[in-house]
């Protein structure tokens, strides 16, 4: 027996079990994200970069569920000049020298593309690619809260996912559902700006209004654990 569950998303398994047997003393208490990502130096206008040299970043571990090789192949068919492709996982592993190698196979060395793969940086490294790069992709086959998409929408990044998680919700969202959506998706937004600055701004105005800072989820579970305490008095 136990007084509260704590859970940290709507969409997560654990949610689901306590709905479907009707255990109704649980709460759920969304993750949170570092309060860098809310400071000014963050909040640059990527949407208003003159020229098309435009970056795009997966933060995601290297795996099958996290489908890395989706973007990887919709970047090389998407239409675009001289770009970057950033991915940043965790480990090397089996699916990531998959990835190196698809990408000599299908990148065109002389298309002006760039494909680097990021494995254990600092966190300080992902905070500067979060901070440096244009447009947000996920390409993931299943999501529950995602770290990622708050930090991306909170540095007014625009964001192309497919429909996982908490994405569809974010404002400005770009929701693809196979690879064919995501090469023109990914085409739209390299070719316009406005629209870069406007589903980015969207994104960061959405998690404003969520109460994603460190503080505000710490506040919440000390309301939950003081209600506990009181009702067992």
Aim: proline residues 2%.
């Amino acid at each position: 027996k136990y007084d509260k569950a704590i859970y940290l998303s709507d969409n997560s398994n654990s949610v689901k079990y306590a709905k479907l047997h009707h255990l109704n003393n649980g709460v759920v208490i969304e993750n949170a994200i570092d309060d860098i990502f809310f400071s000014p130096e963050m909040q640059h206008e990527y949407g208003k970069k003159a020229s098309p040299k435009i970056s795009y970043l997966y933060v995601a571990n290297f795996n099958e569920n996290k489908n890395q090789k989706m973007l990887l192949r919709a970047y090389a068919r998407a239409d675009i000049g001289e770009s970057r492709l950033v991915f940043a996982g965790y480990e090397e592993n089996s699916y990531l020298r998959e990835m190196k190698k698809l990408a000599e196979e299908i990148i065109d060395a002389e298309s002006g593309k760039k494909v680097d793969f990021c494995v254990h940086i600092p966190r300080e490294r992902v905070i500067a690619l979060y901070r440096s790069l244009d447009i947000f992709v996920c390409t993931s086959s299943s999501e529950t809260w995602s770290i990622v998409a708050h930090e991306a929408a909170a540095t007014a990044m625009p964001i192309i996912s497919t429909d996982v998680g908490i994405y569809s919700s974010i404002g400005g969202t770009v929701i693809v559902h196979n690879e064919d959506e995501l090469v023109k998706a990914m085409e739209k937004l390299y070719y316009n700006a406005d629209e870069r600055a406007q589903r980015g701004e969207a994104a960061r105005q959405w998690i404003l209004q969520k109460q994603c800072r460190i503080g505000d989820k710490v506040e919440q579970l000390e309301k939950e654990l003081i209600s506990c305490i009181k009702s067992a008095c």
